[in-house]
């Protein structure tokens, strides 16, 4: 696979990945605009899919950090539901990064498909009058997401702050857990792409490096403006996503 990028490529991918940056640590759904850009520059479905966990691990480590540093933090947290999302991912990567480019593509449609009715949904994100799900079915929840993340990526980080939420957490420190989480599974699926040869790593370097900037820039939004600056993006991103869906773009 040819690591050669063209000046527009090249800037592309860092406007695309700054902004997937500030979405996903606001979020989610940043993947919407870069797998499409990774594809824009000739890569198969496939190798963008594998190539963009690259940017998406660089990113939710340099939000987790943030978060951390601004004084929220997600670690203690964060372990109950990365036992079932890390085996999850690796279920998930281990099974797409075997399929071919073109049923990867089938695969893709028919989640997306699959996944419509949920997202249309207006987000349900108040912690206060909703009652936290039992352990078991958080357990069975939080697995499904790390295999559909682990084979998908894309919209992973809305279904995770959503479920978060239901699970008891505002919505700050569910973008800490989310965050962290994601660096933790997707380090998981990372590994999978990069040993089936699936990661180009230019492409993959200048999404690490404007992901990262555009991370830092989203968590300390996220933490100064609190759940009244969350909530608008977190709607924003089921929309966005609900249209991708939909075929509207």
Request: avoid cysteine; hydrophobic fraction near 55%.
């Amino acid at each position: 696979m040819d690591d050669q990028l063209q000046t527009w490529e090249v800037l592309a991918l860092a406007a695309g990945g700054f902004v997937s940056g500030v979405v996903n640590a606001m979020a989610g759904g940043g993947s919407f605009l870069t797998v499409p850009l990774l594809v824009m520059t000739g890569l198969p479905g496939t190798i963008a899919n594998g190539t963009n966990r690259i940017g998406v691990l660089v990113q939710s480590s340099v939000a987790a950090w943030r978060f951390r540093k601004q004084g929220v933090s997600g670690f203690g947290n964060a372990g109950p539901v990365l036992v079932p999302m890390l085996l999850g991912s690796w279920l998930g990567a281990v099974a797409i990064s075997r399929v071919a480019p073109k049923t990867f593509e089938h695969l893709f449609g028919l989640v997306m498909l699959l996944l419509l009715l949920p997202v249309l949904r207006a987000p349900s994100v108040d912690t206060q009058t909703q009652r936290p799900w039992p352990r078991w079915l958080s357990m069975a929840v939080f697995f499904v997401i790390g295999l559909y993340g682990g084979a998908f990526q894309a919209g992973v980080g809305v279904f995770l702050i959503l479920a978060l939420a239901r699970a008891g957490h505002g919505l700050v420190l569910s973008n800490s857990i989310k965050s962290i989480s994601i660096a933790a599974f997707t380090a998981v699926a990372a590994a999978v792409f990069v040993l089936q040869g699936q990661v180009v790593w230019v492409p993959a370097i200048v999404l690490s490096l404007s992901t990262a900037l555009g991370a830092d820039l989203g968590s300390r939004w996220a933490v100064r403006g609190g759940d009244a600056v969350i909530r608008p993006f977190l709607v924003l991103a089921v929309v966005l996503m609900a249209g991708k869906m939909l075929g509207l773009y």
